[in-house]
Nanobody
Framework: QVQLVESGGGLVQAGASLRLSCAAS????????VGWFRQAPGKEREFVAA????????SYADSVKGRFTISRDNAKTTVYLQMNSLKPEDTAVYYC????????????????????WGQGTQVTVSS
C-alpha cells in the first residue's frame, strides 16, 4: 500500500509559479511511475506529467510542455511539479498517482495505469 499526500496548491495570478509536492508513505515509489493529473470543474480528469522513479525519465502533456517540470527527490520519497507561467486554464484540482512501471514512461498517461491516488490539491489561477 502506498499513501500519497499532495500539497502546495493555492490561488495565484496568471504568469505566476507554484510548486506542488507529492509525498509517499507506506511502500515507496520503487519500480513505479508517478504521475500528476488534474481535473477542472465540469471536465474529465486529464494527464499532466509523469516520472519514472527508477531512472528519472519524464513525460508531459502537450498543454504543459515547456512550462511544467516534474522531478523527484529520492531521499524524501517526494515528487514535485514545478508550474511556471500559469494560465487561468490551469485551474483544477491536481492529483498525484503512482503505479507499477513496466514500460517507458511516455506510456503512462492513462488513469488506469495508476493504482494509488492522493486526495488532490486545488490550484486556482486568476486572470
Amino acid at each position: 500500500q502506498v499513501q500519497l499526500v499532495e500539497s502546495g496548491g493555492g490561488l495565484v495570478q496568471a504568469g505566476a509559479s507554484l510548486r506542488l509536492s507529492c509525498a509517499a508513505s507506506g511502500r515507496t515509489f520503487s519500480s513505479r511511475a508517478v504521475g500528476w493529473f488534474r481535473q477542472a470543474p465540469g471536465k474529465e480528469r486529464e494527464f499532466v506529467a509523469a516520472i519514472s522513479w527508477t531512472d528519472g525519465s519524464t513525460s508531459y502533456a502537450d498543454s504543459v510542455k515547456g512550462r511544467f517540470t516534474i522531478s523527484r527527490d529520492n531521499a524524501k520519497t517526494t515528487v514535485y511539479l514545478q508550474m511556471n507561467s500559469l494560465k487561468p486554464e490551469d485551474t483544477a484540482v491536481y492529483y498525484c498517482a503512482a503505479g507499477r512501471q513496466y514500460y517507458r514512461i511516455d506510456c503512462y498517461f492513462r488513469q488506469g495505469d495508476y493504482d494509488y491516488w492522493g486526495q488532490g490539491t486545488q490550484v486556482t489561477v486568476s486572470s
